[in-house]
């Protein structure tokens, strides 16, 4: 199964990017404007899916990892007055250092433990961003200006806040990591992840260092989740603590569920449908929330494995 | 490919569906969305659009029903009178679940997709500061209605204005005189451990320092606490007045378990009603407040002395002379800052006009036209009070009202002058470009 | 004031808040004990308790004490029918797989905040105490209530233990939860089981709420702080155990008082989080649970 | 010729109990070893100590000349050492070709073309005769097939110590026989450490007999002098059903 068809599956994702490049040209201005940002989340859903598709450790909280970038990025250009590229470099960066330090914590423990204890070091970060208030502007967050919000090369320079360009850096950014996941999922290293969450101790019998395994897992999930959130304070231009709140831990779990844990492109179905009906149903009453509530129960009930989940068991065995 | 077709089938069928219905209520005169509130379409000119940014769910949303109610009646009132530029206005409402992300996203869509004017209505600090950059990439100009100093601090953009409410530092110093001359010179705070309570702390002790008064204590609490008592210790003993102003949910417990605490023999109170807004002062437990002295942006209670334009704009919103809705006595409105929503549609019209607005295009000028504006003259379409505007920092400043809690209703027993409240302007949005 | 009084302040405040997160964290471990079932809607269904005393008391009227008497029975067998409905609805439906009873529980949270806010509002509301008595100490004066919500919580907990531990019905649980598969072969009706426990855990967070509510008000949002703190209580007392989740209520409710004496409030709880984090890391059975089977 | 495999004084405590007294045992490279005994004898845990799925409570392990006591169960099996379960434990819900390409790929790793594991992995599934079903899950084998895809797992590791816990339990007899086959060409690149309770088995494969009794090594052999051993007699007569 996982050497069938490279082709199709290369074929499928390469059409996805082009898909959503000439999407750019013919959304009308408000979808062009929420797709940007369904981009953006949907490589923070990526970054989940990579720990808790793949490797099976249900994290409860990853808006640390959303937030610590989204929080690296914007307080270096908003303090220390970096360029746009140093500054999402750096936010990685934060990202991936969190992770490593909280991997070897809470990777000591193991299933519902697991979440918690990711839930209380999230808890625990973000009481940290209100606690250090006169830097990170505590609950009301703060702006990342608008000038600062450019990428020069060299002559020329791009305006992040130009509606196409944000969305073509989406994109770009979006792609890039999508390959990054398909690359993983498709490697040696992909398959190690499977098997740990198929089977922990048969993988370790066979060879396998598990903890360090999970723990580079950890590494790349945070600072894929790092890049999402610094490219989201870069693009869109606000850093504030209620991106570290247990919503933003939650948010991408619902996204990979709904789209389909383990499947490269759920994350990005997942984050699409739900902004969907929440944007739908928002129009025809303000209690939205109910049908979404539905809506979740009932995709549980009858699309367990979520969208693409579903579609892979019953009828594209292939889809990577 | 055609499973790819299949997933992306989602958007594009609800694009259509969305237009089509958009199509729909534009030829057919039908309302397709509640909140999409429409009048009687008699003018030839198509209606002037407000977004609203209404709290309806999440944390804010029991100021954003009465924002929306005080909107309804400003409306009503404007277009009853001959709408702006002999147009009818039309609001259209977006709840943004009290979050700042979700703020950003409908500031997107009243942008893009229902294409209004301005936005309009914003009360929670974070959703404001959120929201803004939305606002100034989409030359979008955004009146909020919020109170917090974000604005006047010029760390937000030229879109971005307050003309209806004064903002938190100008009435923490024009308190402050008051305070120190008539309550007690040793002054203990207690405030939300979050941003609208550093105003209260980095603003009120300077401010009582220039009257002569100190501030002894500072306990800030944080805003998810359900239970207080255990901080009480901490007010020192030599306390004269007790500085309160916790918002949020708890705010009930906070009084009846210093009521508790202190029994009758408490130090005096003072305290900023966003405490007790939408909140009966009659609730059991707050006998304790007996007494004790408010600010009020705008009374709740109707008073003696009350303008005809106060009395106008009461029954416009439909309030009783307890500040509650007319006909549910138990429905308390947020009466504080609710007129600001009334006073800065006013304003929008006033500068609208001055601008000669006529669609998007013009926004730049309505911009600049808000900017000119100096003052606002009190009237029906000011009814709390005069008020300057400082067209640099984008803010506006009125007087203020400390009431007293006797007999279970608030009595405004002073009233503060501009003057008091105005300080140095932190910066000037004028510079920036359109 | 001095540090004497000031301690014995903050251990009565802890005390209070110890009493009614024993109690609904011990609803919380019941269900996730005996049903592995991670419940993110149990903080909804304390909400959903509130919420009720405040309909029921309003509705009543008359001696504050009638209203709230009614409330502490009727509010509880309301959310406990809910829970049971949603339980044969939904999970039952989902064999009680973790992961997807996490995303229905979720789902819940957001039907029942959206109905509570729909039809309730978005106000706190307040709902007198059965009896307002200020109890006056030399330092400073304490809520007769708040005593009472101690000494009530603390009859519950031993009564729910009686029922644990004496009754056939306790039996019949901790044998489910024991090994639900050998409990099915000796002819215990394990579904009937969980749907019975499941209501018995959101009969608890009402009870809970009913307790607390004249002392801090009915709002549509108040069940996210109960729901985080019961999980903390559950993991740091050890899955099912009714002694480790008092115990570690007590811990809990008592630290968050007393550790606010000596920090500022933001720093006590990042202290406090990180505590809790801690054991789990180094302890991952809990402080009073035995290694997990 | 230099042993493959020594331990000295290994022992291994359950609470009370001495689950693993003191055992000193010694391997020689190509051979095929049976460990029998009664049940409780120490034998699976005194496997799981070698392959380091458990710690020993004293004694060491010394690996073609190295000490490795302290090792990670799978730094060992990097080093050689692999180990099929008794209750088979494959990855039921993925595909045989994936259930064996994971050891496949560790070996293979200097030389990293994707080629080179799928060669490697097809012929550890064609030893085993599971070739034909490479594409289905595994969870979907009938049992004799996965307990032949655990050795073939195994065999994909290519390693020089391959132990092997009750292969052959709750296979037919026709299955046996081509274990009996299998196990012989096994041994032909790797020693082969056996734990079976199948005599006939044994007495066909095993060129020395190792028997456990409480803990201990109470007789080691050749099959014949064990087969004549009085107290390996008196143990399993006496404790056999």
Same mark, same amino acid.
């Given at each position: 199964?996982?050497?069938?068809?490279?082709?199709?599956?290369?074929?499928?994702?390469?059409?996805?990017?082009?898909?959503?490049?000439?999407?750019?040209?013919?959304?009308?201005?408000?979808?062009?404007?929420?797709?940007?940002?369904?981009?953006?989340?949907?490589?923070?859903?990526?970054?989940?899916?990579?720990?808790?598709?793949?490797?099976?450790?249900?994290?409860?909280?990853?808006?640390?990892?959303?937030?610590?970038?989204?929080?690296?990025?914007?307080?270096?250009?908003?303090?220390?007055?970096?360029?746009?590229?140093?500054?999402?470099?750096?936010?990685?960066?934060?990202?991936?250092?969190?992770?490593?330090?909280?991997?070897?914590?809470?990777?000591?423990?193991?299933?519902?433990?697991?979440?918690?204890?990711?839930?209380?070091?999230?808890?625990?970060?973000?009481?940290?961003?209100?606690?250090?208030?006169?830097?990170?502007?505590?609950?009301?967050?703060?702006?990342?200006?608008?000038?600062?919000?450019?990428?020069?090369?060299?002559?020329?320079?791009?305006?992040? &806040? %130009?509606? #196409?360009?944000? *969305?073509?850096? !989406?994109?770009? @950014?979006?792609?890039?990591?999508? =390959? /990054?996941? +398909?690359?993983?999922?498709?490697?040696?290293?992909?398959?190690?992840?499977?098997?740990?969450?198929?089977?922990?101790?048969?993988?370790?019998?066979?060879?396998?260092?598990?903890?360090?395994?999970?723990?580079?897992?950890?590494?790349?999930?945070?600072?894929?989740?790092?890049?999402?959130?610094?490219?989201?304070?870069?693009?869109?231009?606000?850093?504030?603590?209620?991106?570290?709140?247990?919503?933003?831990?939650?948010?991408?779990?619902?996204?990979?569920?709904?789209?389909?844990?383990?499947?490269?492109?759920?994350?990005?179905?997942?984050?699409?449908?739900?902004?969907?009906? &929440? %944007?739908? #149903?928002?129009? *025809?009453?303000? !209690?939205?929330? @109910?049908?979404?509530?539905?809506? =979740? /129960?009932? +995709?549980?009930?009858?699309?367990?494995?979520?969208?693409?989940?579903?579609?892979?068991?019953?009828?594209?065995?292939?889809?990577? | 490919?055609?499973?790819?077709?299949?997933?992306?089938?989602?958007?594009?069928?609800?694009?259509?569906?969305?237009?089509?219905?958009?199509?729909?209520?534009?030829?057919?005169?039908?309302?397709?969305?509640?909140?999409?509130?429409?009048?009687?379409?008699?003018?030839?000119?198509?209606?002037?659009?407000?977004?609203?940014?209404?709290?309806?769910?999440?944390?804010?949303?029991?100021?954003?029903?009465?924002?929306?109610?005080?909107?309804?009646?400003?409306?009503?009132?404007?277009?009853?009178?001959?709408?702006?530029?002999?147009?009818?206005?039309?609001?259209?409402?977006?709840?943004?679940?009290?979050?700042?992300?979700?703020?950003?996203?409908?500031?997107?869509?009243?942008?893009?997709?229902?294409?209004?004017?301005?936005?309009?209505?914003?009360?929670?600090?974070?959703?404001?500061?959120?929201?803004?950059?939305?606002?100034?990439?989409?030359?979008?100009?955004?009146?909020?209605?919020?109170?917090?100093?974000?604005?006047?601090?010029?760390?937000?953009?030229?879109?971005?204005?307050?003309?209806?409410?004064?903002?938190?530092?100008?009435?923490?110093?024009?308190?402050?005189?008051?305070?120190?001359?008539?309550?007690?010179?040793?002054?203990?705070?207690?405030?939300?451990?979050?941003?609208?309570?550093?105003?209260?702390?980095?603003?009120?002790?300077?401010?009582?320092?220039?009257?002569?008064?100190?501030?002894?204590?500072?306990?800030?609490?944080?805003?998810?606490?359900?239970?207080?008592?255990?901080?009480?210790?901490?007010?020192?003993?030599?306390?004269?007045?007790?500085?309160?102003?916790?918002?949020?949910?708890?705010?009930?417990?906070?009084?009846?378990?210093?009521?508790?605490?202190?029994?009758?023999?408490?130090?005096?109170?003072?305290?900023?009603?966003?405490?007790?807004?939408?909140?009966?002062?009659?609730?059991?437990?707050?006998?304790?407040?007996?007494?004790?002295?408010?600010?009020?942006?705008?009374?709740?209670?109707?008073?003696?002395?009350?303008?005809?334009?106060?009395?106008?704009?009461?029954?416009?919103?439909?309030?009783?002379?307890?500040?509650?809705?007319?006909?549910?006595?138990?429905?308390?409105?947020?009466?504080?800052?609710?007129?600001?929503?009334?006073?800065?549609?006013?304003?929008?019209?006033?500068?609208?006009?001055?601008?000669?607005?006529?669609?998007?295009?013009?926004?730049?000028?309505?911009?600049?036209?808000?900017?000119?504006?100096?003052?606002?003259?009190?009237?029906?379409?000011?009814?709390?009070?005069?008020?300057?505007?400082?067209?640099?920092?984008?803010?506006?400043?009125?007087?203020?009202?400390?009431?007293?809690?006797?007999?279970?209703?608030?009595?405004?027993?002073?009233?503060?002058?501009?003057?008091?409240?105005?300080?140095?302007?932190?910066?000037?949005?004028?510079?920036?470009?359109? | 004031?001095?540090?004497?009084?000031?301690?014995?302040?903050?251990?009565?405040?802890?005390?209070?808040?110890?009493?009614?997160?024993?109690?609904?964290?011990?609803?919380?471990?019941?269900?996730?004990?005996?049903?592995?079932?991670?419940?993110?809607?149990?903080?909804?269904?304390?909400?959903?308790?509130?919420?009720?005393?405040?309909?029921?008391?309003?509705?009543?009227?008359?001696?504050?004490?009638?209203?709230?008497?009614?409330?502490?029975?009727?509010?509880?067998?309301?959310?406990?029918?809910?829970?049971?409905?949603?339980?044969?609805?939904?999970?039952?439906?989902?064999?009680?797989?973790?992961?997807?009873?996490?995303?229905?529980?979720?789902?819940?949270?957001?039907?029942?905040?959206?109905?509570?806010?729909?039809?309730?509002?978005?106000?706190?509301?307040?709902?007198?105490?059965?009896?307002?008595?200020?109890?006056?100490?030399?330092?400073?004066?304490?809520?007769?209530?708040?005593?009472?919500?101690?000494?009530?919580?603390?009859?519950?907990?031993?009564?729910?233990?009686?029922?644990?531990?004496?009754?056939?019905?306790?039996?019949?649980?901790?044998?489910?939860?024991?090994?639900?598969?050998?409990?099915?072969?000796?002819?215990?009706?394990?579904?009937?089981?969980?749907?019975?426990?499941?209501?018995?855990?959101?009969?608890?967070?009402?009870?809970?709420?009913?307790?607390?509510?004249?002392?801090?008000?009915?709002?549509?949002?108040?069940?996210?702080?109960?729901?985080?703190?019961?999980?903390?209580?559950?993991?740091?007392?050890?899955?099912?155990?009714?002694?480790?989740?008092?115990?570690?209520?007590?811990?809990?409710?008592?630290?968050?008082?007393?550790?606010?004496?000596?920090?500022?409030?933001?720093?006590?709880?990042?202290?406090?989080?990180?505590?809790?984090?801690?054991?789990?890391?180094?302890?991952?059975?809990?402080?009073?649970?035995?290694?997990?089977? | 010729?230099?042993?493959?495999?020594?331990?000295?004084?290994?022992?291994?405590?359950?609470?009370?109990?001495?689950?693993?007294?003191?055992?000193?045992?010694?391997?020689?490279?190509?051979?095929?070893?049976?460990?029998?005994?009664?049940?409780?004898?120490?034998?699976?845990?005194?496997?799981?100590?070698?392959?380091?799925?458990?710690?020993?409570?004293?004694?060491?392990?010394?690996?073609?000349?190295?000490?490795?006591?302290?090792?990670?169960?799978?730094?060992?099996?990097?080093?050689?050492?692999?180990?099929?379960?008794?209750?088979?434990?494959?990855?039921?819900?993925?595909?045989?070709?994936?259930?064996?390409?994971?050891?496949?790929?560790?070996?293979?790793?200097?030389?990293?073309?994707?080629?080179?594991?799928?060669?490697?992995?097809?012929?550890?599934?064609?030893?085993?005769?599971?070739?034909?079903?490479?594409?289905?899950?595994?969870?979907?084998?009938?049992?004799?097939?996965?307990?032949?895809?655990?050795?073939?797992?195994?065999?994909?590791?290519?390693?020089?110590?391959?132990?092997?816990?009750?292969?052959?339990?709750?296979?037919?007899?026709?299955?046996?026989?081509?274990?009996?086959?299998?196990?012989?060409?096994?041994?032909?690149?790797?020693?082969?450490?056996?734990?079976?309770?199948?005599?006939?088995?044994?007495?066909?494969?095993?060129?020395?007999?190792?028997?456990?009794?409480?803990?201990?090594?109470?007789?080691?052999?050749?099959?014949?002098?064990?087969?004549?051993?009085?107290?390996?007699?008196?143990?399993?007569?006496?404790?056999?059903?």
């Amino acid at each position: 199964m996982s050497e069938a068809s490279p082709v199709k599956a290369y074929a499928l994702h390469a059409g996805v990017i082009a898909f959503l490049f000439v999407l750019s040209f013919v959304l009308p201005a408000y979808y062009h404007g929420l797709l940007a940002r369904i981009l953006v989340l949907a490589v923070f859903a990526m970054g989940y899916n990579m720990l808790f598709g793949y490797v099976g450790l249900l994290s409860l909280g990853h808006a640390m990892f959303f937030s610590v970038g989204l929080y690296g990025a914007g307080l270096a250009v908003i303090h220390l007055g970096w360029s746009v590229p140093l500054a999402f470099l750096g936010g990685i960066a934060c990202g991936a250092a969190l992770a490593v330090v909280i991997g070897l914590l809470a990777l000591r423990t193991t299933g519902v433990a697991f979440m918690i204890v990711t839930m209380m070091f999230a808890q625990v970060f973000y009481l940290v961003i209100l606690y250090f208030a006169s830097w990170t502007g505590g609950d009301q967050g703060m702006v990342v200006p608008q000038p600062a919000r450019v990428l020069t090369f060299g002559a020329t320079s791009l305006d992040l &806040t %130009d509606p #196409t360009v944000r *969305y073509m850096t !989406a994109l770009v @950014l979006f792609s890039v990591v999508l =390959l /990054i996941t +398909l690359a993983i999922v498709r490697s040696r290293y992909g398959r190690v992840l499977v098997a740990i969450r198929e089977n922990e101790e048969r993988t370790r019998m066979l060879g396998y260092n598990t903890f360090s395994n999970k723990l580079a897992a950890i590494v790349v999930s945070g600072a894929i989740c790092a890049a999402s959130g610094a490219a989201y304070a870069l693009l869109f231009g606000y850093v504030g603590s209620s991106f570290a709140s247990v919503q933003y831990s939650i948010l991408p779990l619902l996204w990979v569920l709904l789209g389909g844990a383990a499947t490269t492109l759920g994350p990005l179905i997942g984050t699409l449908f739900m902004y969907y009906v &929440t %944007d739908v #149903t928002s129009a *025809y009453t303000s !209690a939205y929330l @109910l049908i979404v509530g539905i809506a =979740l /129960i009932a +995709l549980v009930l009858f699309f367990p494995k979520g969208i693409l989940g579903s579609l892979r068991q019953r009828w594209l065995g292939w889809l990577p | 490919m055609t499973d790819k077709n299949g997933f992306f089938d989602l958007s594009t069928t609800g694009l259509t569906r969305r237009t089509a219905l958009k199509g729909l209520a534009a030829g057919a005169g039908l309302a397709v969305a509640p909140g999409f509130v429409r009048y009687a379409q008699a003018q030839s000119s198509a209606p002037i659009k407000i977004g609203f940014q209404s709290h309806r769910t999440g944390i804010g949303a029991a100021y954003g029903r009465w924002y929306e109610k005080t909107t309804a009646a400003a409306v009503k009132a404007i277009n009853a009178a001959g709408g702006i530029n002999g147009r009818q206005v039309e609001v259209i409402i977006e709840d943004d679940g009290t979050d700042p992300g979700r703020g950003a996203e409908m500031v997107g869509k009243f942008a893009t997709q229902h294409k209004t004017d301005i936005v309009f209505g914003t009360l929670f600090s974070h959703v404001v500061i959120g929201s803004a950059p939305a606002a100034g990439e989409n030359k979008m100009p955004y009146f909020v209605v919020s109170e917090g100093h974000h604005v006047a601090s010029t760390k937000l953009n030229r879109y971005v204005f307050q003309p209806g409410i004064t903002d938190v530092k100008s009435q923490i110093q024009s308190m402050a005189p008051w305070i120190a001359g008539n309550v007690g010179k040793k002054v203990t705070m207690i405030y939300p451990d979050f941003a609208f309570g550093y105003d209260h702390r980095d603003y009120l002790p300077p401010a009582l320092k220039a009257q002569g008064a100190d501030v002894i204590a500072q306990i800030a609490i944080p805003p998810t606490e359900s239970s207080f008592t255990k901080y009480f210790p901490q007010i020192p003993a030599e306390t004269e007045v007790i500085y309160h102003v916790m918002v949020g949910p708890a705010v009930l417990t906070f009084v009846k378990e210093l009521g508790e605490f202190y029994g009758s023999n408490r130090p005096q109170l003072f305290g900023f009603i966003d405490s007790l807004e939408a909140t009966d002062i009659n609730s059991p437990g707050l006998e304790f407040l007996d007494g004790s002295h408010f600010w009020e942006g705008s009374p709740r209670y109707a008073q003696p002395d009350d303008s005809d334009a106060q009395k106008a704009y009461r029954a416009a919103v439909g309030i009783d002379d307890n500040g509650a809705a007319v006909g549910d006595a138990k429905d308390v409105s947020t009466a504080a800052h609710m007129f600001g929503c009334w006073e800065t549609l006013y304003v929008v019209k006033k500068a609208m006009e001055d601008a000669g607005y006529k669609g998007p295009e013009d926004r730049a000028k309505l911009v600049e036209a808000t900017e000119a504006l100096t003052a606002f003259a009190e009237g029906p379409e000011h009814p709390q009070g005069p008020k300057t505007f400082n067209g640099k920092i984008h803010q506006c400043f009125g007087i203020q009202n400390i009431s007293k809690v006797e007999g279970g209703k608030l009595k405004v027993v002073h009233k503060t002058k501009i003057e008091d409240g105005l300080y140095e302007a932190e910066g000037d949005y004028t510079t920036q470009a359109l | 004031m001095h540090f004497g009084p000031h301690l014995l302040l903050a251990a009565l405040e802890g005390l209070v808040t110890s009493a009614v997160l024993a109690l609904t964290a011990l609803g919380l471990s019941l269900v996730f004990g005996v049903m592995r079932v991670v419940n993110v809607a149990h903080g909804e269904f304390f909400m959903l308790g509130a919420v009720l005393a405040w309909a029921i008391t309003t509705a009543i009227g008359g001696h504050p004490a009638l209203g709230f008497l009614a409330a502490l029975v009727i509010s509880p067998l309301i959310v406990g029918g809910i829970a049971l409905v949603a339980e044969r609805l939904v999970l039952r439906r989902l064999d009680y797989n973790p992961e997807a009873t996490i995303v229905a529980t979720i789902g819940m949270l957001y039907i029942i905040q959206q109905l509570a806010l729909t039809f309730y509002g978005p106000e706190a509301r307040p709902v007198e105490p059965p009896f307002t008595y200020r109890i006056l100490l030399p330092w400073f004066g304490y809520s007769g209530y708040k005593l009472s919500v101690i000494a009530t919580s603390a009859l519950l907990l031993v009564a729910t233990w009686l029922v644990l531990t004496r009754t056939r019905i306790g039996l019949v649980m901790r044998a489910t939860q024991y090994d639900s598969e050998t409990a099915q072969a000796f002819g215990i009706p394990v579904d009937r089981v969980y749907g019975g426990v499941f209501a018995l855990g959101a009969v608890l967070a009402a009870i809970a709420a009913v307790l607390i509510v004249p002392i801090s008000q009915a709002h549509y949002l108040m069940g996210q702080d109960p729901l985080l703190l019961s999980f903390i209580v559950v993991i740091i007392g050890g899955l099912g155990s009714l002694r480790g989740t008092i115990v570690a209520a007590l811990l809990i409710g008592m630290s968050d008082g007393i550790i606010s004496m000596f920090f500022s409030p933001t720093l006590a709880k990042i202290i406090a989080t990180l505590l809790v984090a801690m054991v789990l890391v180094f302890r991952p059975q809990g402080l009073f649970g035995t290694a997990a089977r | 010729m230099t042993p493959l495999l020594t331990t000295k004084g290994l022992s291994r405590d359950f609470g009370g109990l001495r689950a693993v007294d003191n055992v000193d045992f010694t391997l020689m490279p190509g051979e095929i070893r049976a460990v029998i005994g009664p049940n409780g004898a120490g034998k699976t845990t005194f496997v799981s100590l070698l392959s380091g799925r458990i710690r020993p409570s004293g004694g060491m392990i010394v690996f073609d000349g190295a000490d490795i006591t302290e090792l990670p169960e799978y730094a060992r099996v990097r080093k050689g050492i692999a180990y099929t379960f008794q209750i088979t434990s494959i990855y039921a819900n993925l595909s045989v070709y994936a259930n064996v390409a994971l050891p496949a790929q560790l070996t293979q790793r200097h030389g990293h073309s994707p080629s080179a594991v799928q060669g490697a992995v097809m012929d550890a599934l064609e030893r085993v005769g599971l070739a034909d079903q490479a594409a289905m899950l595994a969870g979907q084998l009938s049992y004799g097939h996965q307990r032949l895809l655990e050795v073939a797992m195994g065999l994909a590791l290519k390693p020089r110590l391959l132990i092997l816990d009750e292969p052959t339990q709750g296979l037919a007899d026709s299955e046996i026989d081509n274990f009996i086959a299998l196990v012989r060409e096994i041994a032909a690149s790797a020693t082969v450490l056996l734990i079976e309770h199948n005599m006939p088995v044994v007495m066909q494969l095993a060129d020395r007999i190792t028997v456990f009794n409480m803990g201990s090594i109470l007789a080691e052999g050749t099959p014949e002098a064990v087969r004549q051993n009085a107290a390996v007699q008196e143990a399993y007569l006496g404790s056999a059903p």
